[in-house]
């Protein structure tokens, strides 16, 4: 699930709130990939979505716009959402670590310069 890896590593550059250090990317990667709160059926059916999200900020970083981005930031709440959704249940301190990084997130994926070097 190499697009799914792409945003939880946004999730992972940008994680931790005011009480916690920030958390590294490979090892909220693996927390993600070892939680057992994603099943192998879910991550599939998160696929499309966040590919379609992926291009989304792709093709409106592709075209120069320094304005427009905020129109993602539906469809990106969306998807965290969904994700919290997902894992709060059967892994609360990750759905926490998610909830605490939702914009540090956005700061990435917004952000054209962050948003390159994390894909």
């Not at 059926?41 to 900020?57: G, S, T, Y």
């Not at 969904?82 to 709060?88: C, G, P």
């Amino acid at each position: 699930m190499r697009t799914i890896g792409i945003l939880l590593f946004a999730l992972a550059a940008g994680c931790g709130g005011v009480e916690e250090a920030p958390l590294d990317a490979p090892a909220l990667m693996s927390r993600l990939r070892d939680s057992n709160a994603i099943g192998a059926v879910i991550r599939l059916a998160l696929k499309n979505p966040v590919d379609d999200l992926l291009e989304q900020f792709r093709a409106h970083h592709r075209s120069g716009q320094k304005s427009g981005v905020a129109t993602l930031r539906q469809p990106y709440n969306m998807l965290v959402l969904k994700v919290l959704s997902i894992v709060q249940d059967g892994d609360p301190s990750l759905g926490v670590t998610i909830a605490r990084s939702r914009e540090a997130i956005w700061d990435i994926l917004a952000d054209p310069e962050k948003f390159k070097s994390a894909t």
